[in-house]
């Protein structure tokens, strides 16, 4: 029988921006092992993110957000809110977001769709 659970650190997980973006994004779906779930972790500095950007969206897949630490600024088609930590944001299909960092300390940000 094999194990019945994956363990990953996230210090273990290389950062997708390779150092060339800001802060950190590390997806931890495949180092998990995971087969339903997608799961990325994020460490944005003060003014990284997409503040003013066009954002992204996905067709067919809704997103949770949960900042963990810090205060981030979404925008969520056109409405802008500020969500601090310990809030989870759900985005819908279809709905274009992004997310901001204007706040002067790191923001930590988990992602789970």
Known sequence: MTTPYTL??????????GGKY???MKPLTAPLATEQ?????????????GKGSYGHRHKT??????????????????????????????????ATRSVWNERPDDAALLIVS
Do not use: N, W
């Open 22 to 24: 800001p802060g950190e």
């Open 61 to 94: 897949q809704e997103e949770v957000y949960f900042v963990v630490s810090g205060e981030l600024q979404f925008k969520i088609e056109d409405e802008v809110i500020d969500v601090p930590a310990g809030t989870a944001v759900r985005v819908a299909s279809g």
């Open 37 to 49: 779930v997608a799961f990325t972790f994020r460490r944005m500095p003060q003014h990284s993110g």
């Open 8 to 17: 990953c650190r996230v210090d273990d997980v290389p950062d997708v921006f």
